[in-house]
């Protein structure tokens, strides 16, 4: 049964209230007791429990954790975990409020919000779950015939021997937006010059095993199962297409956030201090793998999860690395802020491949959908810095630099898009 959103909500003015009292008390290392953080009355969330969706990937882990590690109850609130088959399932299921919550893809929030690959429906992004961690893996076969990079790949497709198939695992969500990214880098058209497909992330080994596809783009653990059960390589990981960029988010209708404002932040909370603690150590990341690995959460052999989780990296070769920027769930809150041109920048991709069929005030759908006033307030209470700029500057292994200044113009300037 859907949740009804028919409590009372609170005014703006006694939210931001209780809002600056709470930081005014982190901020003066002021602990609050367990369970008792919310006694005020005024800030106490609205909801006693909610249902955050996840699908089975390594970076559900800080929702998961938020719950196993009980920082969900220090705020007032308990996480009910729920594991889903799909990302459609995701969608349809926040959409018609079977979930209070999601660990979703960020282009995923803002395609529902503006009505593309799925119904419109006001959605809000109240955090950044991660950052980096995700890879493009080709099968065997297309090391057999050269095909090893972005590079040889392109050669290989230029012959036309035969139709090459790839897979992402949501229409606008971020794998389909880091693999077009690439193959457009390496100019292979995603559209016109080989064909793609979507699948489920705990089904890419399974399909590639069988020939489905002769690669993807996804979420670990996926790409270091298919090296360990010797199917596939990591062409190039996501981390090296763009540095700290951003990937899963806590998502939830616009309805939720403005019924259950209290609720949204203390999920926030929750969820801050479990990001915390799994980067605080190589120790606490380690348990997190052996936690999420079990068949509850992603249903994984521990070691597949834990060797990336920890940074350490093979391609499937022959060569090994330890990966600094390998996946970050808090890196002193900076994966956790909802920069407004992380937003905006699916948006031009949504745009460069017809997926938006025009411009749109980039901005403006960007605050609307990006909680930041939300978030600050939850990052106060944790203690977690936020920074001076809801905007950030990255330069792309293409040398192309996205900082959200002209996002029209950005969108348009790619010499492969769609017509």
Same mark, same amino acid.
């Given at each position: 049964?859907?949740?009804?959103?028919?409590?009372?909500?609170?005014?703006?003015?006694?939210?931001?209230?209780?809002?600056?009292?709470?930081?005014?008390?982190?901020?003066?290392?002021?602990?609050?007791?367990?369970?008792?953080?919310?006694?005020?009355?005024?800030?106490?969330?609205?909801?006693?429990?909610?249902?955050?969706?996840?699908?089975? #990937?390594? &970076?559900?882990?800080? /929702?998961?954790? $938020? *719950?196993?590690?009980?920082?969900?109850? !220090?705020?007032?609130?308990?996480? @009910?975990?729920?594991?889903?088959?799909?990302?459609?399932?995701?969608?349809?299921?926040?959409?018609?409020?079977?979930?209070?919550?999601?660990?979703?893809?960020?282009?995923?929030?803002?395609?529902?919000?503006?009505?593309?690959?799925?119904?419109?429906?006001?959605?809000?992004?109240?955090?950044?779950?991660?950052?980096?961690?995700?890879?493009?893996?080709?099968?065997?076969? #297309?090391? &057999?015939?050269?095909? /090893?990079?972005? $590079? *040889?790949?392109?050669?290989?497709?230029? !012959?036309?021997?035969?139709?090459? @198939?790839?897979?992402?695992?949501?229409?606008?969500?971020?794998?389909?937006?880091?693999?077009?990214?690439?193959?457009?880098?390496?100019?292979?058209?995603?559209?016109?010059?080989?064909?793609?497909?979507?699948?489920?992330?705990?089904?890419?080994?399974?399909?590639?095993?069988?020939?489905?596809?002769?690669?993807?783009?996804?979420?670990?653990?996926?790409?270091?199962?298919?090296?360990? &059960?010797?199917?596939?390589?990591?062409?190039?990981?996501?981390?090296?297409?763009?540095?700290?960029?951003?990937?899963?988010?806590?998502?939830?209708?616009?309805?939720?956030?403005?019924?259950?404002?209290?609720?949204?932040?203390?999920?926030?909370?929750?969820?801050?201090?479990?990001?915390?603690?799994?980067?605080?150590?190589?120790?606490?990341?380690?348990?997190?793998?052996?936690?999420?690995?079990?068949?509850?959460?992603?249903?994984?052999?521990?070691?597949?999860?834990?060797?990336?989780?920890?940074?350490?990296?093979?391609?499937?070769?022959?060569?090994?690395?330890?990966?600094?920027?390998?996946?970050?769930?808090?890196?002193?809150?900076?994966?956790?802020?909802?920069?407004?041109?992380?937003?905006?920048?699916?948006?031009?991709?949504?745009?460069?491949?017809?997926?938006?069929?025009?411009?749109?005030?980039?901005?403006?759908?960007?605050?609307?959908?990006?909680?930041?006033?939300?978030?600050?307030?939850?990052?106060?209470?944790?203690?977690?810095?936020?920074?001076?700029?809801?905007?950030?500057?990255?330069?792309?292994?293409?040398?192309?630099?996205?900082?959200?200044?002209?996002?029209?113009?950005?969108?348009?300037?790619?010499?492969?898009?769609?017509?």
């Amino acid at each position: 049964m859907s949740e009804r959103f028919d409590d009372k909500n609170l005014s703006r003015r006694g939210f931001l209230k209780a809002g600056a009292t709470l930081g005014g008390m982190a901020a003066m290392g002021t602990m609050l007791p367990s369970a008792g953080a919310w006694a005020a009355g005024s800030d106490k969330p609205e909801l006693e429990e909610v249902r955050i969706g996840f699908i089975p #990937l390594t &970076d559900c882990s800080s /929702v998961v954790m $938020a *719950s196993v590690m009980g920082f969900d109850k !220090k705020y007032g609130i308990k996480i @009910t975990p729920s594991k889903e088959a799909s990302w459609a399932g995701v969608r349809d299921k926040l959409a018609n409020g079977e979930l209070h919550a999601a660990h979703v893809l960020y282009g995923l929030v803002y395609g529902l919000h503006l009505g593309i690959g799925g119904p419109k429906k006001d959605m809000a992004v109240l955090m950044t779950l991660n950052n980096n961690g995700q890879a493009i893996t080709l099968s065997n076969a #297309l090391k &057999d015939k050269g095909a /090893v990079d972005g $590079a *040889s790949l392109s050669k290989l497709v230029a !012959k036309k021997e035969k139709e090459y @198939t790839f897979a992402q695992t949501f229409p606008t969500g971020t794998h389909a937006m880091w693999l077009y990214y690439w193959l457009a880098a390496h100019d292979i058209d995603p559209f016109k010059d080989v064909k793609n497909i979507v699948v489920p992330p705990p089904q890419m080994v399974a399909n590639m095993r069988v020939g489905n596809m002769d690669g993807y783009c996804v979420g670990e653990p996926w790409n270091q199962r298919a090296i360990v &059960d010797k199917i596939g390589f990591t062409a190039m990981t996501t981390q090296d297409i763009w540095t700290d960029h951003p990937e899963k988010v806590l998502g939830a209708t616009a309805e939720f956030a403005a019924k259950y404002p209290n609720t949204a932040r203390a999920m926030i909370c929750a969820i801050l201090e479990a990001s915390k603690w799994i980067d605080a150590s190589a120790a606490n990341r380690s348990k997190t793998a052996e936690t999420v690995a079990a068949k509850s959460y992603v249903n994984t052999d521990v070691d597949v999860i834990r060797s990336r989780m920890i940074g350490q990296y093979e391609n499937g070769l022959g060569k090994s690395w330890s990966d600094k920027n390998y996946m970050k769930f808090y890196n002193d809150g900076l994966v956790n802020f909802p920069y407004l041109s992380d937003g905006m920048w699916f948006l031009t991709q949504h745009r460069r491949w017809g997926l938006l069929k025009q411009d749109v005030d980039y901005l403006a759908v960007a605050k609307a959908i990006n909680k930041t006033e939300l978030y600050k307030q939850a990052a106060s209470i944790v203690g977690t810095p936020v920074p001076k700029s809801d905007f950030r500057s990255s330069k792309f292994f293409d040398g192309v630099v996205w900082d959200g200044k002209d996002p029209k113009k950005y969108a348009a300037s790619f010499k492969i898009k769609a017509a």
